[in-house]
């Protein structure tokens, strides 16, 4: 549906800011002789713009409209026009509609720039134009404005559907909100994810620009693009989620500093915070911790944090476990207008509480962490305070132990990851004595890889989070795991590079991005590697993964060079019990030998020019002998051979989903 022109269209904000993701009208300022205010509520509490007048960051506050873009444009091709052309310093792009963008930025100073640099620049025959954009509304605070409104008006207007809400227990919509399949008998529910799987499948056959590529296996496989094998089912059905994040908020009776999920998304107006102990999904011992930490904020002098008017302390509760019996807490804290003293103060009696008070008896609990956020700090900032416990928790997987950091990666569903791993080395199809090397790219803690290693030559693992190259790193040495060789980098940064080092006649790729995809550049060097004839998706949005899939068949050209993949099947995977997601792994393979030997030598960097760096170029840490093959006959060595090295340009990555770009799959 097309978007009104003089709407102001927010952005969605990175982990840097909130998400303000609805639509502010030139209707929505709010007056200040709102009759609320008559009612005795503060402007906060009725103004859907009242965050702008906070300290906290938000780049709505410099956002402008692009006018008169070209027809047809890609968003890539939109970012590099307006940030390596142009060179503007853009924060976040939208663009709703084929002429028209919003793009906001961190500072007034940059958004003149913008302005003054993109009115009456040319592109595609296009003079564009840029004006200032209105900041969107908070959407909680729009919607309670909507309700009071309409609330004034006939009763007719009120919707039946809300009506029925209103009259559902509480435990139920939290039951809807978190597992909405949590009444769908197990079969259903996998009947259902299939079905959403083949009509992604069904789609990527059938686009314009590949469906003739597809033609004969349209017809074979029923209009998919491949074969469909069936779902993998997991093997437990309740209690299996080792990682849960709970709100901290009022619950529907105003009671403060209550631990539990959302009814809703804060962006679809929901604030208010349920309890957790009706959710089928979640481990006995995660419920019972929320109980005890709920305990302890009765007792607390600060209140919960209000994202509508940026009051309060207590943000988040997260919890993580492991089969072997062992737990991690961490504490989200907001400082706002109080000393380092007061914090310490309560971190105090946080950790009184749990080590010698009413939490004592819950022996479950090793690890505990506190986070301080300060005014206008994002999540890629998080700064883990270790209180007390071990530092990492462990988990034993595929006859393996794994370290679990507090921002690291791990598959939220152990048992059935299992399963995922079994099936993704299945398909590598390593024979016997052949040298093969296996890129996992996107490798988290090394899971994937590790489960691997002793069966192929060499291992690279390729990641953006230092702490989780870090486990990988510990995850190596605890395994007694030594032909693996990691890189803490973006993918798009280091694999024209990793490229260059491969050496064995095999090459496998594994790739399990967060859930925007792969970049065009790491697509571009998978495509170029003329050794790579089999690579292996690992989806966890399928639906989003679609133009990666599209990239790596479509026919070779100018910008998209060396032979296309194929894909030969493809089976869906199910980690979320109870929810309609699930995982899609697709086995990708050449379409036949490379026979233009230039492709590979053109390798591209993310800026899109040609690179021609050695390997060592974005090493800090052990360079020395990374461009040497390493001997096979020492891949039983000692733990040295294990490599851990750190792009120049990349710190701790927020990712794209839970402290490290994966997805987390929860719908809290």
């Given at each position: 549906m097309e978007e009104n022109k003089d709407t102001a269209t927010p952005i969605a904000e990175s982990r840097e800011e909130r998400e303000i993701p609805e639509v502010a009208s030139d209707n929505d300022t709010p007056s200040v002789k709102d009759s609320t205010i008559a009612e005795g509520k503060s402007s906060e509490e009725i103004d859907p713009f009242f965050y702008l007048k906070t300290d906290e960051f938000t780049s709505e506050k410099f956002k402008i409209e692009i006018l008169?873009?070209?027809r047809k444009f890609g968003f890539t091709q939109l970012k590099k026009r307006l940030n390596v052309t142009l060179g503007l310093k853009s924060h976040k792009i939208k663009a709703p509609n084929t002429n028209y963008a919003f793009v906001t930025f961190k500072c007034e100073e940059d958004r003149e720039e913008a302005i003054k640099?993109?009115?009456?620049?040319?592109?595609?025959?296009?003079?564009?134009?840029a004006k200032i954009a209105k900041?969107?509304?908070?959407?909680?605070?729009?919607?309670?404005?909507?309700?009071e409104a309409d609330a004034k008006g006939p009763s007719e207007k009120k919707s039946k559907v809300d009506s029925e809400v209103d009259d559902t227990p509480p435990h139920i919509r939290i039951k809807k909100s978190v597992t909405p399949f949590w009444d769908v008998p197990y079969e259903e529910q996998l009947k259902r994810k299939t079905e959403s799987i083949k009509d992604v499948l069904i789609a990527i056959a059938t686009r314009r620009d590949v469906r003739d590529i597809f033609m004969e296996a349209r017809k074979k496989y029923d209009g998919k693009c491949c074969e469909l094998l069936p779902i993998i089912q997991s093997p437990?059905?309740?209690?299996?989620?080792n990682k849960n994040e709970f709100s901290i908020g009022k619950n529907v009776d105003g009671k403060d500093n209550c631990v539990g999920f959302r009814y809703g998304l804060y962006k679809d107006g929901f604030s208010t915070v349920g309890s957790a102990s009706h959710v089928s999904i979640l481990p006995e011992s995660v419920k019972t911790v929320v109980q005890l930490f709920e305990e302890f904020l009765s007792t607390s002098v600060y209140r919960s944090y209000n994202q509508g008017t940026h009051e309060g302390h207590w943000r988040q509760l997260t919890v993580r476990t492991t089969r072997t019996g062992e737990m991690m807490i961490i504490a989200e804290f907001q400082r706002r207008d109080i000393t380092q003293e007061d914090i310490n103060t309560e971190k105090s009696r946080l950790t009184e509480f749990f080590t010698n008070g009413p939490g004592k008896s819950f022996d479950q609990l090793t690890s505990m962490y506190f986070v301080v956020f300060d005014s206008g700090q994002g999540q890629s900032d998080k700064n883990y305070e270790h209180l007390f416990g071990e530092k990492v928790i462990k988990e034993r997987m595929l006859d393996m132990t794994f370290q679990i950091s507090p921002d690291a990666f791990f598959q939220v569903n152990t048992s059935a990851a299992e399963l995922l791993y079994n099936q993704i080395g299945d398909w590598c199809n390593i024979q016997s004595g052949e040298q093969t090397t296996v890129l996992d790219i996107c490798c988290g803690t090394g899971t994937i890889g590790l489960a691997l290693a002793k069966k192929v030559t060499k291992v690279i693992g390729i990641e953006m989070c230092q702490q989780a190259i870090d486990d990988a790193k510990e995850n190596a040495k605890i395994n007694g795991i030594t032909n693996v060789t990691y890189y803490c980098s973006k993918a798009e940064d280091a694999i024209v590079n990793v490229m260059r080092s491969l050496w064995t006649s095999n090459v496998v790729a594994v790739v399990d991005?967060?859930?925007?995809?792969?970049h065009k550049t790491v697509l571009k060097s998978l495509r170029n590697c003329r050794r790579l004839k089999r690579l292996i998706?690992?989806?966890?949005?399928?639906?989003?993964?679609?133009?990666?899939?599209?990239?790596?068949?479509?026919?070779?050209?100018?910008?998209?060079?060396?032979?296309?993949?194929?894909?030969?099947?493809?089976?869906?995977?199910?980690?979320?019990p109870m929810t309609p997601h699930c995982e899609l792994v697709v086995l990708f393979e050449r379409e036949g030998e490379e026979h233009n030997d230039s492709d590979s030598d053109i390798e591209m960097t993310s800026s899109g020019t040609k690179n021609s760096n050695t390997l060592a170029d974005i090493n800090t840490v052990d360079s020395s002998n990374t461009t040497v093959p390493p001997n096979t006959s020492d891949i039983s060595g000692s733990t040295e051979n294990v490599k851990i090295i750190q792009s120049n340009d990349d710190k701790k990555s927020d990712g794209e989903t839970n402290g490290t770009n994966k997805c987390d799959q929860q719908t809290s």
């Open positions: 008169n873009l070209p640099k993109i009115n009456g620049h040319l592109w595609k025959g296009n003079k564009l134009s900041p969107a509304a908070d959407p909680l605070l729009k919607k309670r404005k909507k309700e437990v059905l309740e209690g299996y989620r991005p967060p859930r925007a995809g792969l998706y690992v989806a966890c949005n399928p639906n989003a993964a679609k133009d990666n899939f599209i990239d790596l068949v479509r026919t070779a050209s100018k910008k998209l060079k060396g032979l296309p993949y194929r894909p030969i099947k493809a089976v869906p995977v199910d980690l979320f």
